[in-house]
């Protein structure tokens, strides 16, 4: 008897043996290297300066139809309600001044309640985009890179900054040159990033914007409070040019270029690129 419970018990110390050797991790597999896919997408510096361009230049302006559901009830249920309701109107007006100083004042072109600078939209494909004459080799391909998801105009624009951080302008100097550009000519044709500069002072209520119907008399108005403010704020267009050469030149932190506590939560996926602005 105890020959046999001898016998069952090495033929079941095999089998466990067996087990562990012919199942779990195949034998070697810590000595294979996975490497990563080849595209721009996995890049860090790329990475960075697309949610950096993501969270200062996307303005979400939010839909009313829900909110005014709520202000028809005769009664709140409780406080917290009213407040939220509170903050909704407060929020909702914020971002209609967003949009009528995007839409009336640079004729910036605003679809499904979105304001969003610096990419193309999905209409424009056939884009021209000029051939890159940085010295700077890694620069060129990021460029090359995510060019497809920015509009033509803000690419040369970017491209220009690039050349002058090459060429060891400052960020003062190149802020005040694109100020500069700023006071004459068109509206529509103020450098993407002083326009979204502006926004961003609306946005974080720096600029009070009394709104009214949208008249001759309203946007001169509107004008001057940009060409004066725009100049007496320079340092926010000053950190944002310093935003992108810290990416460029990867000393980015990431509290750097990641919009402050009262920006809308953004996610990087399609509508972000697409069929939300135009040039």
Same mark, same amino acid.
């Given at each position: 008897?105890?020959?046999?419970?001898?016998?069952?018990?090495?033929?079941?110390?095999?089998?466990?043996?067996?087990?562990?050797?012919?199942?779990?991790?195949?034998?070697?597999? +810590?000595?294979?290297?996975?490497? +990563?896919?080849?595209?721009?997408?996995?890049?860090?510096?790329?990475?960075?300066?697309?949610?950096?361009?993501?969270?200062?230049?996307?303005?979400?302006?939010?839909?009313?139809?829900?909110?005014?559901?709520?202000?028809?009830?005769? !009664?709140?249920?409780?406080?917290?309600?009213?407040?939220?309701?509170?903050?909704?109107?407060?929020?909702?007006?914020?971002?209609?001044?967003?949009?009528?100083?995007?839409?009336?004042?640079?004729?910036?072109?605003?679809?499904?309640?979105?304001?969003?600078?610096?990419?193309?939209?999905?209409?424009?494909?056939?884009?021209?985009? !000029?051939?890159?004459?940085?010295?700077?080799?890694?620069?060129?391909?990021?460029?090359?890179?995510?060019?497809?998801?920015?509009?033509?105009?803000?690419?040369?624009?970017?491209?220009?900054?690039?050349?002058?951080?090459?060429?060891?302008?400052?960020?003062?100097?190149?802020?005040?040159?694109?100020?500069? !550009?700023?006071?004459?000519?068109?509206?529509?044709?103020?450098?993407?990033?002083?326009?979204?500069?502006?926004?961003?002072?609306? !946005?974080?209520?720096?600029?009070?914007?009394?709104?009214?119907?949208?008249?001759?008399?309203?946007?001169?108005?509107?004008?001057?409070?940009?060409?004066?403010?725009?100049?007496?704020?320079?340092?926010?267009?000053?950190?944002?040019?310093?935003?992108?050469?810290?990416?460029?030149?990867?000393?980015?932190?990431?509290?750097?270029?990641?919009?402050?506590?009262?920006?809308?939560?953004?996610?990087?996926?399609?509508?972000?690129?697409?069929?939300?602005?135009?040039?």
């Amino acid at each position: 008897m105890k020959r046999k419970q001898k016998v069952d018990q090495l033929e079941q110390t095999v089998i466990q043996k067996k087990i562990k050797k012919d199942v779990g991790k195949p034998i070697g597999l +810590l000595k294979i290297n996975i490497k +990563l896919p080849d595209i721009w997408s996995v890049s860090n510096k790329e990475v960075q300066l697309i949610t950096f361009l993501v969270n200062q230049g996307r303005h979400v302006c939010l839909h009313s139809a829900v909110l005014n559901k709520d202000l028809n009830k005769k !009664k709140v249920n409780s406080i917290e309600k009213d407040s939220n309701a509170h903050f909704s109107i407060d929020e909702k007006e914020l971002y209609d001044k967003i949009e009528v100083a995007a839409k009336f004042l640079f004729e910036w072109n605003c679809s499904k309640r979105n304001v969003v600078y610096f990419f193309r939209n999905d209409n424009h494909f056939k884009i021209k985009y !000029k051939k890159s004459t940085l010295k700077n080799e890694q620069w060129t391909k990021l460029l090359k890179h995510i060019k497809f998801l920015l509009n033509e105009k803000f690419y040369e624009e970017l491209h220009m900054i690039l050349e002058q951080f090459e060429n060891n302008v400052t960020d003062e100097e190149i802020g005040d040159f694109l100020i500069s !550009k700023s006071l004459i000519g068109q509206l529509s044709e103020v450098p993407q990033l002083v326009q979204n500069c502006f926004i961003l002072l609306i !946005k974080q209520n720096k600029i009070s914007i009394q709104q009214s119907q949208i008249t001759a008399k309203f946007l001169e108005q509107l004008k001057s409070t940009f060409l004066i403010s725009i100049q007496q704020n320079r340092h926010l267009l000053f950190q944002s040019i310093g935003s992108i050469r810290n990416i460029m030149y990867d000393n980015c932190q990431s509290e750097s270029y990641i919009s402050d506590s009262n920006s809308v939560d953004y996610d990087l996926n399609q509508e972000i690129f697409f069929n939300s602005t135009s040039y």
